[in-house]
């Protein structure tokens, strides 16, 4: 489901769009690759799982804001007159991961790379959430405010927060039968659950997450 709901701009007020979206999105396969085989032919009902594509929640909200200054006046105004900023924000949930465990075999052709715990499902886990604050500012300089002519000075930035985003997690782990931790979550590949959470800033030579 989504959601837009947007406003006018006027000088001094800023004019806003957001787009909000949730919901979910199933698969009985992968969606990425051409093979479309499990790596366990008998329990394919664990391939019916959430999209790889599938973002629950995602916000992106923007807004233009025209200053509301003169261009006479004392020395401020002539600074701040023919401003805009334009904000855009994108917030979003994590993207669903797979637990694999390559190596291990399953007399399945070319499969081994994607292989799984024997309970476990695709998708699982899911990855960090994803935040950015992206900005640009335009300063016109009129030669002719009548005709319209006029020279644009434009800084934009992205991820102006300096927000550390991941495109993806380590999620490869070693073929460990008994439990252990990785970034204070216990991992039992053996029995279970396989609802992992990524984080942020992980030794990668822990393997996985």
């Known amino acids: 489901?989504?959601?837009?709901?947007?406003?006018?701009?006027?000088?001094g007020s800023p004019a806003s769009l957001a787009l909000v979206r949730w919901g979910g999105r199933a698969r009985d396969r992968r969606e990425v690759l051409a093979s479309p085989?499990?790596?366990?032919?008998?329990?394919?009902?664990?391939?019916?799982?959430?999209?790889?594509?599938?973002?629950?929640?995602?916000?992106v909200?923007?807004?233009?804001y025209?200053?509301?200054?003169?261009?006479?006046g004392d020395v401020l105004?002539?600074?701040?007159?023919?401003?805009t900023i334009s904000?855009?924000?994108?917030v979003r949930s994590g993207i669903p991961f797979t637990v694999r465990v390559p190596g291990m075999q399953n007399v399945t052709p070319g499969e081994s790379l994607w292989a799984r715990p024997w309970n476990a499902g695709r998708n699982t886990g899911i990855g960090p959430n994803f935040c950015s604050l992206d900005m640009r500012v335009a300063k016109s300089f009129f030669f002719n405010r009548e005709a319209g002519r006029k020279i644009d000075f434009i800084v934009?930035?992205?991820?102006?927060?300096?927000?550390?985003?991941?495109s993806a997690v380590n999620d490869s782990f070693p073929a460990n039968p008994n439990p252990f931790q990785v970034g204070?979550?216990?991992?039992?590949?053996?029995?279970?659950?396989?609802?992992?959470?990524?984080?942020?800033?992980?030794?990668?030579t822990q393997g996985g997450l």
């Open 1 to 11: 489901m989504s959601l837009l709901p947007k406003s006018r701009a006027q000088p």
């Open 66 to 72: 025209v200053t509301p200054f003169a261009p006479g």
């Open 77 to 83: 105004s002539r600074v701040m007159a023919d401003m």
């Open 184 to 204: 204070g979550q216990t991992v039992d590949l053996l029995n279970g659950p396989y609802n992992f959470s990524g984080i942020a800033g992980l030794d990668p």
């Open 156 to 166: 934009q930035g992205t991820n102006i927060l300096n927000h550390t985003n991941f």
């Open 61 to 64: 909200a923007s807004a233009v």
């Open 87 to 90: 904000p855009v924000l994108f």
């Open 37 to 59: 085989a499990g790596f366990r032919p008998t329990r394919m009902k664990l391939e019916r799982s959430r999209s790889v594509f599938d973002v629950r929640h995602n916000l």
